[in-house]
């Protein structure tokens, strides 16, 4: 009863799994005890009879977990639904310390055997080769916001029940009223930080996360997992451009010289 009053204002909806089935409804459990896999896939079935395209986010504990739910997932339609999109975040934590998004977070290596699985299951899931800029560190300053029951709205799903750091609250008639609060999410700009500036990584790291910043020097304005991030970015980007340079290497080879073509 709730999607068709929303649908119209929604471009689009991300869902979450932690794994594949068994593992997903070991630590997604509702609150009447019962598992919560199937719920989940009835609800993005429910959203896209609606029009709302999914974001499907795949929260793993290792690469190797994806291929096991992409072709349960597959089954449902949604490996070959262009509406539907996928991100891969492995090894994501969510602490109860107010710590979120796992800053040295794996990437699926695209030379490894769970990526030639899931380009065998859905070989548009697996993210692109090549580097792309994250110019935006997350979701959280785009228009994007988390609404808890209550109608409290929180701009990060890990401040979600701590209403002194609500950003505002949804009335009774249906309207966002925002607190000043949003200000300091909204307003950061990296660009202001000299650790930020000339950084090499920026425009995949967009900052790092506002609440790390917050945890880490008492505001958000100021950069954040500066250190040991800078080198996984660094080994990432290194990563997928090998992994590029194989795959243009392996389809020259297979390439026929102009003399044999003539």
Not at 76 to 82: D, H, Q, R, S, Y
Not at 200 to 206: H, M, S, W
Not at 225 to 238: E, R
Request: aromatic share 6%; with cysteine.
């Amino acid at each position: 009863e709730r999607v068709p009053p929303l649908a119209p204002y929604l471009g689009h909806a991300m869902v979450a799994f932690d794994g594949p089935r068994p593992k997903h409804d070991l630590l997604r459990v509702a609150t009447n005890k019962k598992p919560t896999f199937d719920q989940v896939v009835a609800g993005i079935h429910l959203l896209l009879d609606h029009g709302i395209n999914v974001v499907i986010r795949v929260q793993a504990s290792s690469a190797e977990e994806v291929p096991e739910l992409l072709a349960d997932l597959a089954k449902e339609g949604f490996t070959e639904n262009p509406r539907v999109r996928f991100m891969f975040t492995i090894r994501q934590q969510f602490l109860p310390c107010g710590e979120t998004c796992d800053a040295e977070a794996e990437t699926i290596d695209p030379r490894s055997r769970a990526a030639q699985q899931i380009a065998s299951i859905a070989p548009s899931a697996m993210p692109p080769e090549a580097p792309v800029a994250q110019i935006l560190s997350c979701v959280v300053v785009g228009n994007t916001y988390c609404i808890a029951p209550d109608g409290l709205v929180y701009n990060c799903i890990a401040e979600l029940g701590r209403k002194d750091r609500a950003v505002g609250r949804i009335t009774d008639n249906g309207w966002f009223r925002t607190d000043a609060r949003v200000l300091e999410w909204t307003t950061r700009d990296p660009l202001a930080f000299e650790s930020c500036r000339e950084c090499q990584v920026l425009p995949q790291c967009g900052g790092g996360c506002n609440l790390h910043a917050r945890n880490q020097h008492g505001d958000m304005r100021h950069g954040n997992w500066c250190g040991t991030h800078k080198t996984v970015l660094h080994a990432k980007i290194d990563q997928m451009l090998e992994a590029k340079l194989s795959g243009v290497q392996a389809r020259a080879a297979q390439t026929p010289p102009a003399e044999a073509i003539e």
